[in-house]
Every structure is written in structure tokens, then in C-alpha cells.
């Protein structure tokens, strides 16, 4: 199985400032399509899962452009231009290039 | 728009089955797959299985001998068992669109999530 290792455990941000965490993959996530097969979930205090990032670096639906996500093969970033007061929370990077084992990541914890 | 509820009991007794249902309302269950993911209280996420629109689907490895997970697109429904439970199936369960099929391939991603059911298993 895929294992994901996110960095760092807990990310203390300052609002208005950039912040930007990491995921690691035990194995490449490129898919002979040519697409990454990593995506990124905020979970908010209390809340379900929201996807932020899919397929590497495409912003879902309502995600603000504050939110972008690069990285290839074995390595990715989440990265926030400016943080905001609701941007605290979990958040997981999982990996769907092994759909017999999809696997998340730990999960990082923004904190303001 | 697209909207998932989970339902089923809260409580289930050491060894018996879990049984919940997701039901989808706002486009039909037969264009996508769908997922389970289950988080454990004060524990991260972990992906139970999936199933796709014909049928077919993939279970966690170390769930797999426990797990069944059905579609009954007639109902725009997909539901999940898990038999033998312990304390350690205590969590709340997510159910979750997961991508649709594409030509020769497949996209995977988890746009729309319900809003959870913590099933707690004690006697």
C-alpha cells in the first residue's frame, strides 16, 4: 500500500500571512494518463471533509485562489497566499492511484 | 445540487453487523462511484471502500474480510455492512461521491460528503 506522511503535525499561521504544508507518497502518484492521482481535504472544526485540491493541483468548485496545490511524483504542497481566521482546521492529503488501497495522509492541523 | 445523508443505528453490540445507508438526492447514483471513510473519535480519516456504478468495488485491506458495500440505484442508494464489530469500529462513518469514470480511465476525488453518523459499538 501507498503510505502518505504530511508535514508538518501542526502549522501555527498568522492571519493575512502565507502557510504552506507538505505530503509525501511511499511511491509516485502519476498515473500513465499523465494525471496525479493526489488530492487535499480541509476538515473544519465539527464538519465533514471539504475537498480543496483534486488531481494534484485543480481547485474545486467554491475553493478561493487563495488555496493552491503543486508537487509531482512523490512530493506535493498545499500552500496558502493569505490565510484566513477560516482556514483552521485538519487538513489530509489522500492518494487514489491505488483505488484497491486508497490511503490519507495523517493529517496537518493549522492553527491561528 | 448534489447531497449525501447517511443513516442507520448509533449503537451496534460487540459482533453484530453495522448497517448504514447513504442516500443520494439531486443526480442519479449510476454516473459516479461512491465511497465509505470512517474516523475513529480524535483520529484521522481512513478510507473504508468504494463501489462503482456496475457493481464493482474495492475494500481496505484490513477490513476487507468484514465489509460488503451495494448499490440500489432503483432507491439512488448505496449501503455499507461491516460484521463482527468491536470497540475499534467506533467512529463516525462518511459516505462520499468518489469520482466517475472518464473514456479509458477513471478520476477519483471526493467532491461531495455527507455529513457523517458516529455509530458507537458497546454493549
Known amino acids: 500500500d501507498i503510505v502518505m506522511t504530511q508535514s508538518p503535525l501542526s502549522l501555527p499561521v498568522t492571519p493575512g500571512e502565507p502557510a504552506s504544508m507538505s505530503c509525501r507518497s511511499s511511491?509516485?502518484?502519476?498515473?500513465?494518463?499523465?494525471?496525479?492521482?493526489l488530492d487535499w481535504y480541509l476538515q473544519k472544526p465539527g464538519k465533514s471533509p471539504q475537498l480543496l485540491i483534486y488531481?494534484?493541483?485543480n481547485r474545486a468548485s467554491g475553493v478561493p485562489d487563495r488555496f493552491s496545490g503543486s508537487g509531482s511524483g512523490t512530493y506535493f504542497t498545499l500552500k496558502i497566499s493569505r490565510v484566513e481566521a477560516e482556514d483552521v482546521g485538519v487538513y489530509y492529503c489522500?492518494?487514489?492511484?491505488?483505488?484497491?488501497?486508497?490511503?490519507f495522509g495523517g493529517g496537518t492541523k493549522v492553527v491561528i | 445540487q448534489v447531497q449525501l445523508q447517511e443513516s442507520g443505528p448509533g449503537l451496534v453490540k460487540p459482533s453484530e453487523t453495522l448497517s448504514l445507508t447513504c442516500t443520494v438526492s439531486?443526480?442519479?447514483?449510476?454516473?459516479?462511484?461512491w465511497s465509505w471513510i470512517r474516523q475513529p473519535p480524535g483520529k484521522g480519516l481512513e478510507w473504508v471502500g468504494h463501489?462503482?456504478?456496475?457493481?464493482?468495488?474495492n475494500y481496505n485491506p484490513s477490513l476487507k474480510s468484514r465489509v460488503t458495500i451495494s448499490l440500489d440505484t432503483s432507491k439512488n442508494q448505496f449501503s455499507l455492512k461491516l460484521t463482527s464489530v468491536t470497540a475499534a469500529d467506533t467512529a463516525v462513518y462518511y459516505c462520499?461521491?468518489?469520482?466517475?469514470?472518464?473514456?479509458?480511465?477513471?478520476?477519483?476525488?471526493?467532491?461531495?460528503w455527507g455529513q457523517g453518523t458516529t455509530v458507537t459499538v458497546s454493549s
Open positions: 463501489i462503482g456504478s456496475r457493481g464493482g468495488t
Open positions: 488531481m494534484g493541483s
Open positions: 439531486g443526480d442519479p447514483i449510476s454516473n459516479y462511484y
Open positions: 462520499a461521491r468518489f469520482g466517475y469514470p472518464r473514456g479509458d480511465w477513471s478520476f477519483y476525488f471526493m467532491d461531495v
Open positions: 511511491q509516485s502518484l502519476l498515473h500513465s494518463n499523465g494525471y496525479t492521482y
Open positions: 489522500m492518494q487514489a492511484l491505488q483505488t484497491r488501497a486508497v490511503t
